[in-house]
């Protein structure tokens, strides 16, 4: 029986240690799926021997060269070794991997290719677009994010036997796919990266208003996609838009401590107590979108959709009260944005600033320009942006009866809460 301070010990560094390990495994196996099943024996080879022998001094190299002899053990038995071996140059390696002791760490610089990162690979290969949104997301959770199955099948409100398998078909679709376990290039390269980058921003997105369920917030999601998209700002740090997202998540989650009350009830922007926001937080985001700029800046380069979100959740992080807020500047960049990036959330995002800028008068006709946008027909924001709109025109049967429309379309309880309540006092 392990005792409980071992344990504690073998879970905090599989937590942390578990993507990098599953990735140098990946190199070698050139199997996600396989190298995941070799890290695990690794982490059990772990809870058998660290109880008796003491946690080692550096226990992620233990786990990383126990998992790479699993690997290596895995190809002697394989009976297609010298087949696949040939397919990628290795023949004199495999030859002396019967005798040579160190073969492991010679067959990882043959692979090695000059980003010579595994993790970078492990974000492209789980975000690769041959998976759906669903499976990307479960599989980057999982594999970098160290979310058991069942952690993520609380997080979106599904069962663990469906995220179980949404990541095996992953798994699958993968090795049938043949897709090579290396970072891309060129077009390939900016195709990728947009789905690496989508992945990590509706995993925060899920975190920071949760889509369904009692819960507003699910702070373990936010804090996972900062943490993603940290890493991949460390690993791809000349791309302008990495940085962005990086920015926008900083920015956004910096709010999280003032965005509930003690209830744990929603606290919308405008009524935040500011003093509440992480100022930490808020100075990384905004380091990091000036690093966007200034890599945008020297490519000659506007700025990308995320960056340009940053600059806007900057203007809002920079006021000290709402009133202190440069809803102009936040006009243009939105202006800027539907440029970019021109979609029907941004549109109504747009009016929302409009309104704030030159009043609602002003923003009810580019609402009500949206009435009949297919991708906003179930979006509870849209009635609920109108009614905002139309109660500070005085309209407020009209409000009332809108902000019940967003209501009955919202899916999170405490969303739908907000939403009635906000008609009730428009009431009478």
Not at 28 to 39: F, I, N, Q, S, W
Not at 122 to 143: D, G, N, Y
Not at 274 to 283: A, Q
Request: charged content about 25%; aromatic content about 4%.
């Amino acid at each position: 029986m392990t005792d409980p301070a071992t344990q504690r010990a073998i879970e905090a560094v599989w937590r942390i240690e578990r993507s990098r390990i599953v990735a140098g495994v990946a190199r070698l196996v050139r199997d996600v799926g396989l190298a995941e099943e070799l890290a695990q024996d690794a982490l059990i080879a772990a809870l058998e021997h660290w109880p008796q022998e003491g946690v080692p001094d550096n226990p992620g190299a233990w786990l990383m060269t126990t998992a790479k002899h699993r690997a290596l053990d895995r190809l002697r038995r394989d009976q297609n070794l010298a087949r696949k071996l040939e397919a990628i140059g290795l023949d004199l390696e495999a030859q002396e991997a019967l005798v040579v002791p160190d073969f492991v760490d010679a067959l990882d610089a043959k692979r090695a290719d000059e980003i010579g990162d595994d993790l970078l690979r492990l974000i492209f290969t789980a975000c690769h677009p041959v998976l759906s949104t669903e499976a990307r997301l479960a599989l980057t959770l999982k594999l970098l994010g160290g979310l058991s199955t069942a952690e993520i099948a609380r997080a979106f409100l599904a069962s663990e036997p469906t995220i179980a398998q949404r990541i095996v078909r992953a798994k699958r679709t993968l090795a049938e796919a043949r897709v090579l376990y290396e970072v891309p290039r060129g077009a390939a390269l900016r195709e990728r990266l947009a789905s690496v980058l989508e992945v990590i921003y509706l995993i925060f997105n899920e975190g920071y208003t949760a889509t369904a369920g009692d819960d507003w917030m699910r702070p373990a999601l936010v804090q996972e996609a900062l943490r993603l998209g940290r890493v991949l700002a460390e690993l791809a740090s000349d791309a302008a838009e990495v940085h962005g997202l990086v920015a926008l998540m900083e920015l956004q989650a910096s709010r999280g401590a003032a965005r509930t009350d003690a209830q744990g009830r929603p606290v919308l922007l405008m009524a935040q107590n500011r003093g509440r926001w992480d100022h930490l937080l808020i100075r990384r985001g905004l380091a990091a979108l000036a690093r966007a700029e200034a890599l945008c800046a020297s490519k000659g380069e506007p700025l990308g959709p995320y960056a340009l979100q940053a600059a806007i959740a900057a203007c809002h992080a920079r006021a000290g009260t709402p009133d202190a807020t440069d809803w102009p500047r936040i006009v243009a960049l939105y202006d800027a944005l539907a440029q970019a990036a021109p979609s029907p959330v941004v549109a109504l995002n747009r009016a929302v600033a409009v309104g704030m800028a030159f009043g609602p008068a002003a923003a009810l006709p580019l609402v009500d320009a949206l009435a009949d946008e297919p991708a906003l027909k179930n979006y509870q924001w849209l009635p609920s942006v109108r009614a905002d709109l139309l109660a500070k025109l005085d309209r407020r049967a009209e409000a009332r009866a809108e902000f019940e429309r967003a209501a009955s379309l919202a899916r999170n309880a405490r969303e739908r809460e907000l939403l009635l309540e906000r008609a009730r006092a428009l009431a009478g």
